[in-house]
């Protein structure tokens, strides 16, 4: 970086707080205006609720998290102390995001666009046939026509009230803010981890202002981020439902599976002992005797594997066909699901469950990962990423450290 450059970044350092201020007041208000035009039902509330999870999960982690008796439950007594307060800050993360989910969605569906039902307008022509039509402004046709047909809804597009523009531009400038600052915070974070941070950033980070908020984001920052990944998956379960889950889930990772699974069985060592999967053992072992007359040139084991690859094949149209029928099943109960009031509620209070789990998940193998890079040198996550007192990932971390990290140097000692 040239002495310019550097004499240019010194000038402004003492008005740069005036500056981010302003920069985010301008976008704030910006999204004030665009959500005072559309009014409060016509908005996304997604980072105005996860700002409001992260905050309350920051209030209540402190308050809660040391009395919340993980420990004293039989399941959970045996294991370490890191892993029970992980536990702990999992089960308060997941507490607070169902709730403000909850309370945020009904505040949502109050404000939801109403629709209003019109009746469709139909004419008899000089041909004597019922043509569905607009009806022109102050036109009357004939009633016998009016309940052969049935009625449409249609979004309801009266302007919004007052009281609707100031709430949602309100949000929408929390909104903004809030993308504003998660876009900010993870370019300090990234470039805390590089040269530049004790280099031509030694001056910026070290500003009262800025080393406050960098602090506070290697305590949260990736805590926030596993914290959103949980409240999209509770709301994309909320969404799809138990049977819509399970039709997305075949549909997707069933068929990839499907596949995978039907060329491993034939050539598995279970193939070749008795039971079901014996079975596909026969069956490769007689597309082999098959071809070994007029293939025998190539010898007996390539016919074997050619009659597993056939084996194979027929598994997979299998699979498939079944993978089909049960997705044609779920998607058929999630219509009757959606339907049903009651039913619709159990199927999105158990696919929530469901996708809680697999957000769990998610969060774990991220760690994993995260873990990994940080074990082996790759990346300086510890310290670099995240601070000591971080609540969620800090933890994970030393999870891993209890459990995994023994497993990771046995294995590097047998691969020397």
């Known amino acids: ?42 908005i996304g ?14 209030l209540l982690n402190k308050l809660l998290a040391a009395k919340i008796p993980v420990g004293s439950l039989g399941v959970f007594s045996q294991l370490t102390p890191e892993t029970q307060a992980l536990i702990s800050s999992a089960l308060i993360a997941v507490g607070v ?12 569906a109050i404000a939801r666009p109403k629709k209003r039902v019109t009746e469709n307008n139909y004419y008899q022509n000089t041909y004597g046939d019922n043509r569905r039509e607009l009806s022109p402004l102050g036109e009357e046709y004939d009633d016998d026509y009016e309940d052969d047909y049935p009625r449409d809804e249609v979004v309801d597009k009266s302007k919004p009230c007052a009281f609707s523009r100031i709430l949602g531009g309100l949000i929408s ?36 202002w800025v080393d406050f908020l960098y602090a506070f984001l290697k305590t949260y920052g990736v805590d926030f981020l596993l914290i959103g990944i949980i409240a999209l998956y509770i709301r994309r379960g909320w969404r799809v439902g138990l049977f819509g889950g399970l039709r997305c889930i075949l549909a997707t990772l069933g068929r990839a599976a499907a596949v995978g699974l039907a060329f491993y069985l034939p050539f598995s060592a279970s193939a070749t002992g008795g039971g079901v999967l014996g079975v596909v053992g026969k069956v490769s072992a007689f597309f082999g005797g098959l071809l070994e007359s007029p293939l025998g040139a190539l010898g007996a084991k390539v016919c074997l594997v050619i009659g597993q690859i056939i084996t194979g094949i027929i598994l997979v149209v299998i699979f498939l066909l079944l993978i089909w029928l049960f997705v044609w099943i779920f998607d058929r109960l999630a219509d009757v699901s959606a339907e049903a009031g009651a039913l619709g509620v159990i199927d999105g209070i158990l ?24 074990y082996y040198g790759l990346v ?14 800090e933890r994970i971390f030393d999870v891993y450290d209890a459990y995994l990290s023994g497993w990771l140097e046995t294995l590097a000692a047998k691969l020397g």
Request: aromatic share 10%; net charge positive.
């Open 380 to 393: 300086a996550l510890r310290g670099g990423l995240f601070a000591e007192n971080s609540q969620i990932v």
């Open 97 to 108: 995001t169902l709730a403000l989910l909850i309370v945020f969605g009904i505040l949502r």
């Open 45 to 58: 509330w997604g980072a105005f609720v996860w700002a409001g999870v992260c905050a309350l999960f920051v």
């Open 1 to 42: 970086m040239g002495l310019n450059s550097i004499l240019a970044i010194q000038a402004i350092l003492p008005y740069l707080h005036w500056i981010a201020i302003g920069v985010i007041g301008v976008i704030a208000l910006i999204g004030f205006i665009v959500g005072a035009v559309k009014g409060v039902r016509r």
């Open 173 to 208: 400038a929390v909104n903004a803010a809030v993308v504003t600052a998660t876009l900010v915070g993870l370019a300090l974070l990234i470039l805390g981890m590089t040269p530049l941070y004790g280099g031509a950033l030694k001056d910026f980070y070290a500003l009262a």
């Open 351 to 374: 696919a929530v469950i469901v996708y809680i789990a697999l957000a769990l998940v998610v969060c774990a193998l991220i760690g994993a990962v995260l873990y990994l890079l940080d």
